[in-house]
């Protein structure tokens, strides 16, 4: 491989029409020409010689500059490392036919002790279809928010940028760009244009927490890249993204209850029902087969996939404890076993003398089913089944509760949001809130109470009582009829109550649940009582 050597040249052109180059007597002459280096690289892949020369320097000090540098460069791999040495002649070429300046010695040192396949600064696309498959701890779902990210985001957006020239602009024109796509999905939808509306069909918006987990998604590679002193900064850090608006917990109270059987509105996307709801809700499915997960999930507030993937391994009924050790989960309609979303999320959790005998009675039933289905049950170890004993899909779990509660006559809730009613029956029963927080295995008190602080009014009109009773006074008068707290007792087993509105009708749609459509059943047990707490 030649040293390379610099020389100067010129467009001039002789008698024959031809550019005479470095024959020209006029560069002797200061000023007339151009400075040029030439340099022969290693051979390329298919083993083809590479000489190369660049020109368009003002002296011949910038041409030996810039040839030493391509020798410094040439010089980085170790002896015998013929792909790396290719890899370095790669990156000089591609920088001279790109008209760019050659890459920093640093930077190919950095990238040849990364080992990477392209030796030169990755784009975005190249370093993240090579990042992900080495995030070899991730769990399942996790990978699949990665790879759908990388696939419909960053890639179209970003990935033409090699890695060092992102910068915060170009992540905010992303979400920009995320944004008007929103309202072009939400534009067509509203339209009469059937094209249009066509077009967009299978199309929904990004909300801002979905935004947040993809611009996490791009931290995290960026991170892992300047991990491997590639980068040494990160845009996705700094740029500026609208906070993630999470609902909080709101309660079914009886205002919000008449107002949702007048309009059929639901004042927020996370209700919750009080713990006279939640026992209503009990009473009705209490000959149900899944009775017991559903008791289950209102007392101790597991997650569904942790009520579902429940072991009865797991299940110490004479101690009064569950481990969570175990959840199904859902990879698109697949379903698989894996642990708790979190380290805190796997633990145990203690059980009240009536959950234990509920979960007694439901696992003497199945051990009876499975008697009577004999050769035909499906062995898996599951506390919570199906008819043949096989594992419940979440899904199907889901449906079952929203038809339960709809044919309960019931405000609306997810079936989450019975995990969130465990937490504020808890704290109306005067639980502290360390002790919620155990029980619904939250990392942090103050996730625990930014979700319940405010959510349950019997809390905070209990607190603003005591908070009146300290503050002495001279006359009693002041105090109104009574001197202390006014109280009001439902109770929510009677079957009339004399004060109900007999205009507000609680009536239920069964047809989302195999009843056949506009079919009507309202409970009249429930309907009684649910009237009782508007009065």
């Known amino acids: 491989m030649a040293l390379g050597s610099v020389f100067r040249r010129c467009s001039c052109r002789g008698s024959d029409g031809k550019e005479l180059g470095t024959s020209c007597p006029k560069l002797k002459r200061s000023g007339h020409g151009q400075w040029s280096y030439r340099i022969e690289l290693p051979a390329d892949a298919g083993g083809a010689r590479r000489p190369r020369r660049r020109a368009g320097f003002d002296s011949a000090t910038e041409a030996q500059a810039e040839l030493d540098h391509a020798r410094e460069l040439l010089a980085l791999p170790k002896p015998g490392a013929v792909e790396a040495l290719r890899r370095v002649g790669d990156a000089i070429a591609t920088a001279i036919k790109a008209k760019r300046a050659l890459p920093p010695v640093d930077q190919i040192r950095q990238l040849l002790k990364a080992n990477l396949p392209v030796l030169v600064h990755p784009t975005l696309e190249e370093w993240l279809l090579q990042w992900l498959p080495g995030r070899k701890r991730l769990a399942r779902n996790t990978y699949r928010s990665y790879e759908s990210h990388i696939r419909l985001y960053l890639i179209p957006y970003l990935g ?17 760009q995320i944004a008007e796509h929103n309202d072009e999905i939400t534009n067509a939808r509203a339209s009469k244009d059937q094209a249009r509306i066509a077009a967009v069909r299978y199309q929904r918006p990004v909300g801002v927490t979905s935004m947040q987990r993809i611009r996490e998604t791009l931290r995290k590679s960026l991170n892992d890249a300047i991990r491997a002193e590639l980068i040494t900064f990160n845009p996705a850090k700094w740029v500026e993204m609208p906070p993630s608006d999470r609902p909080k917990p709101m309660i079914w109270t009886p205002e919000r209850i008449e107002h949702w059987l007048e309009t059929g509105e639901v004042p927020s996307p996370v209700m919750v029902w009080t713990p006279d709801l939640t026992g209503l809700f009990l009473d009705h499915i209490a000959q149900h087969r899944l009775y017991a997960l559903f008791h289950l999930i209102a007392h101790v507030g597991l997650r569904r996939g942790e009520g579902c993937g429940l072991r009865k391994v797991d299940t110490h009924l004479r101690a009064g404890t569950i481990d969570v050790l175990n959840q199904i989960v859902q990879y698109g309609w697949e379903t698989g076993h894996a642990r708790p979303k979190t380290d805190d999320s796997a633990a145990t959790v203690a059980l009240d003398a009536g959950t234990v005998l509920v979960l007694q009675l439901h696992l003497a039933q199945q051990a009876a089913d499975k008697q009577a289905t004999r050769d035909a049950w499906v062995e898996t170890g599951l506390v919570f089944t199906d008819v043949d004993g096989s594992a419940l899909h979440p899904a199907d779990v889901t449906a079952l509760f929203q038809f339960l509660t709809r044919q309960a006559g019931l405000p609306p809730i997810r079936l989450h949001d019975l995990r969130h009613g465990a937490a504020t029956t808890a704290l109306a029963a005067g639980v502290e809130m360390k002790i919620v927080q155990t ?42 009829p009574s001197s202390g707290p006014q109280q009001t007792t439902v109770d929510t087993h009677q079957d009339s109550c004399e004060t109900a509105n007999p205009q507000v009708n609680v009536e239920v749609d069964l047809g989302i649940c195999g009843a056949p459509p506009g079919t009507r059943t309202p409970n009249p047990l429930v309907k009684s009582q649910l009237l009782c707490q508007l009065s």
Do not use: C, W
């Not at 033409?160 to 992303?174: F, Q, S, T, W, Y």
């Open 160 to 176: 033409g940028l090699r890695i060092n020239e992102i910068r915060v602009a170009h992540v905010g024109d992303m979400f920009e």
């Open 439 to 480: 029980m619904l295995r939250h990392a942090s008190i103050t996730t625990t109470s930014n979700l319940y602080t405010n959510v349950l009014t019997q809390v905070a009109r209990d607190a603003a009582e005591k908070t009146a009773l300290i503050i002495p006074r001279a006359s009693a008068r002041l105090l109104g």
